[in-house]
Nanobody, 124 residues
């Protein structure tokens, strides 16, 4: 089993920045990639950013390219999502997830374990 705990969400104004954290623990030796998704009310879960666990290749959704950055802490199993120039359209619950498959994917079906989510609200 793998456990994920997100933190760092909150209420910010448009143009502000926010950093989310995801602590991954448990049987992480099979983890091949980690991703951030978000889900707004009435919408499907959307891929935001992802990173291969060992090699560190990064991938981003079109709507956040150039504004968000995913990274991993040097000494621990924490993955970060740095979000800059936030807009009200970024308002959603943000989820961290890990996958053990060989293929990196941008849809939820490629991910096996999920955190409980953290709310991000951006006011105009």
């Amino acid at each position: 089993q793998v456990q994920l705990v997100e933190s760092g969400g909150g209420l910010v104004q448009a143009g502000d920045s926010l950093r989310l954290s995801c602590v991954v623990s448990g049987r992480t030796f099979r983890t091949r990639h980690v991703g951030w998704f978000r889900q707004a009310p009435g919408k499907e879960r959307e891929f935001v950013a992802g990173r291969t666990w060992s090699a560190g290749r990064t991938f981003y959704g079109d709507s956040v390219q150039g504004r968000f950055s995913i990274s991993r802490g040097n000494a621990d199993n924490t993955t970060y999502l740095e979000m800059n120039n936030l807009t009200p359209e970024d308002t959603a619950v943000y989820y961290c997830a890990t996958g053990a498959g060989v293929v990196f994917g941008t849809t939820p079906r490629y991910y096996d374990y999920w955190g409980q989510g953290t709310q991000v609200t951006v006011s105009s």
